[in-house]
T-cell receptor, first 113, second 111 residues
Framework: KAGVTQTPRYLIKTRGQQVTLSCSPI?????VSWYQQTPGQGLQFLFE???????NKGNFPGRFSGRQFSNSRSEMNVSTLELGDSALYLC????????????FGPGTRLTVL | QKEVEQDPGPLSVPEGAIVSLNCTYS??????FMWYRQYSRKGPELLMY??SSGNKEDGRFTAQVDKSSKYISLFIRDSQPSDSATYLC???????????WGAGTKLIIKP
């Protein structure tokens, strides 16, 4: 069974630009969650999508948005990038949500210059 | 103050030692407790999942929850160099709530 894949793995952008990250969940998983991971802060929850609907949202500004497609693939967009957005962005898929085992992808390392 | 506190380490121990990793939390509504392991350049993977108080054992790993003290622990017996990783605790009040994560403890097992 193929795992969670994330593209691209590495990304370098400059302040003010926007970026789109992609996540393909494990086949059959309908829940996709996005996290931001920075040293010392751990994983900060961004949002969760289930069957194309945003079901839960963390405390991030509106510059962070996402969507989920009918095949459960998900994208995350960050507009007007700031230096503080530099982080590892992780995507996790599960059958039903946070109480299920979450399977993580390897992450996208975003660097904002 | 963060809802979940976890010492970032690094914690360095010799091979074969018993390792104790801990998290404290402030929200008494948390009922679901998890430990994830994250190797370098990889995403986290679930190690242990416990509900409410008590102990749970799986091979060399034991998870312990003390809700009265708002304290959870992960014990690793007979530690191996392959256990070197970052260990993250996560917890939730229920299915309608998001997971809240600790910052992770970096563990180094010296051969």
């Amino acid at each position: 069974k193929a795992g969670v894949t994330q593209t691209p793995r590495y990304l370098i952008k400059t302040r003010g630009q926007q970026v789109t990250l992609s996540c393909s969940p494990i086949s059959g998983h309908r829940s996709v969650s996005w996290y931001q991971q920075t040293p010392g802060q751990g994983l900060q929850f961004l949002f969760e999508y289930f069957s194309e609907t945003q079901r839960n949202k963390g405390n991030f500004p509106g510059r962070f948005s996402g969507r989920q497609f009918s095949n459960s693939r998900s994208e995350m967009n960050v507009s007007t990038l700031e230096l503080g957005d530099s982080a590892l962005y992780l995507c996790a898929s599960s059958l039903t949500g946070a109480m299920d085992t979450q399977y993580f992808g390897p992450g996208t390392r975003l660097t904002v210059l | 103050q963060k809802e979940v506190e976890q010492d970032p380490g690094p914690l360095s121990v010799p091979e074969g030692a018993i390792v104790s990793l801990n998290c404290t939390y402030s929200n008494s509504a948390f009922q679901y407790f998890m430990w994830y392991r994250q190797y370098s350049r990889k995403g986290p993977e679930l190690l242990m999942y416990t509900y409410s108080s008590g102990n749970k054992e799986d091979g060399r790993f034991t998870a312990q929850v003390d809700k009265s003290s708002k304290y959870i622990s992960l014990f690793i017996r007979d530690s191996q160099p392959s256990d070197s990783a970052t260990y993250l605790c996560a917890m939730s009040a229920g299915s309608n709530y998001q997971l809240i994560w600790g910052a992770g403890t970096k563990l180094i097992i010296k051969p």
